[in-house]
């Protein structure tokens, strides 16, 4: 079972930023698939954003595209979200997610496992 870690959430003002880490405890971080999902109660998990191994494609959720950024530093195991001119409708708990696949050609993934979620609350 792969172990993942968030960190980064917090409370931000609308249009200001943040960014999350996610660090996997797996070996060749590098041939998985990462990516960021958020869920707000009542409604379903959405697709933020994900990078492919290989080439490292991206992919944006289009709510978040032009806005957020995800990048991953192989080295370090890590996966980033740096989120930028945040909006009261981005506040929602962040999962971190790991696959063994690489995404869909929207970015889609099939998730093997979840992180503990971190909450980002963007205040008006």
């Known amino acids: 079972q792969v172990q993942l870690v968030e960190s980064g959430g917090g409370l931000v003002q609308a249009g200001g930023s943040l960014r999350l880490s996610c660090a996997a405890s797996?070996?060749?971080?590098?041939?998985?698939?990462m990516g960021w999902y958020r869920q707000v109660p009542g409604k379903e998990r959405e697709f933020v954003a994900s990078?492919?191994?290989?080439?490292?494609?991206?992919y944006y959720g289009d709510s978040v595209k032009g806005r957020f950024t995800i990048s991953r530093d192989n080295a370090g195991n890590t996966v980033y979200l740096q989120m930028n001119s945040l909006k009261p409708e981005d506040t929602a708990v962040y999962y971190c997610?790991?696959?063994?696949?690489?995404?869909?050609?929207?970015?889609?993934?099939?998730?093997?496992?979840w992180g503990q979620g971190t909450q980002v609350t963007v205040s008006s």
């Open positions: 997610a790991f696959s063994r696949v690489r995404p869909d050609n929207n970015g889609r993934m099939r998730p093997h496992s």
């Open positions: 990078v492919s191994f290989g080439y490292d494609y991206t």
């Open positions: 797996v070996r060749t971080f590098s041939g998985y698939s």
